[in-house]
């Protein structure tokens, strides 16, 4: 009980030392501010040190701050854009990390936006929306090559399902569909071993990517069996054609 006591004791100093820190900081600050307003551009807090970019008076200024507790550090407006303008990676790091105190003509509060919404190259943030775009681009890809291969798929259906309608009346599931075509078409020689295995071929291959069983094929894979669905639909259509005589 005396341990809880103590704990919320030390919790509650704390926050009266962080509030003491913060009205102290905001004090400075605004005694600053208030001082050089021409030449203060921004400020902002890093690294537990409050950075003034300045475009004058550095030698000034750094002394001036110097009856603060707190560390300050000035550094140049021309100099802090040569860093943004060459890319450099900790002060990108660093500035997604920290709070503007003070940014009058908004030059820091876009910049870190863009930083944190990882639309400036190099940063962490930048990096994993690259990934996640890329991410995104596959599964784009690969629900186009499903769509691909659903219409493969339904297309040897369709032809031998309709050529099993039109020779024998036979109206079959999807599932008996390659039973029947064997034994109507294959075992008499009407439909080559080849087409059959090629209709065979799809009709698996499409069923156990459906359920998952194996991942997506190659877009040159496709390609193939596209075209070996072609070559089997010119032979049904030529059958179909030739009804009469099957």
């Known amino acids: 009980m005396q341990k809880k006591k103590q704990g919320k004791k030390e919790k509650a100093n704390k926050k009266q030392i962080r509030s003491k820190k913060e009205s102290d ?39 001036y701050c110097k009856k ?14 040569g860093e943004i303008i060459r890319g450099d990676k900790k002060l990108y790091l660093a500035l997604s990390k920290s709070d503007i105190l003070y940014d009058p003509g908004r030059f820091l509060d876009p910049l870190q936006e863009l930083i944190k919404e990882g639309r400036v190259i190099t940063t962490k943030e930048s990096l994993v929306n690259r990934f996640d775009s890329i991410n995104e681009y596959f599964i784009k890809i690969n629900v186009t090559k499903y769509k691909v291969l659903d219409n493969i798929y339904t297309a040897v259906i369709d032809l031998s399902q309709a050529l099993l309608i039109e020779k024998h009346n036979i109206y079959c599931t999807q599932k008996e569909t390659i039973k029947y075509l064997e034994k109507y078409f294959v075992k008499t020689s009407i439909i080559s071993k080849s087409d059959y295995n090629n209709v065979k ?36 259509v030529g059958l179909l054609e030739k009804s009469n005589n099957i």
């Open 25 to 63: 900081m905001e004090e400075a600050l605004s005694k600053i501010i208030k001082k050089y307003k021409k030449e203060l551009i921004s400020v902002i807090f890093e690294k537990e040190q409050i950075l003034l970019i300045i475009n004058s008076k550095s030698k000034e200024i750094n002394n």
């Open 201 to 236: 071929e799809i009709i698996i291959l499409f069923k156990d990517i459906e359920h998952k069983k194996k991942e997506m094929i190659s877009g040159k894979e496709l390609d193939a069996l596209q075209k070996k669905a072609d070559s089997y639909k010119e032979k049904v």
């Open 68 to 81: 603060f507790k707190f560390k300050f550090k000035t550094v140049s407006f021309q100099n802090y854009i």
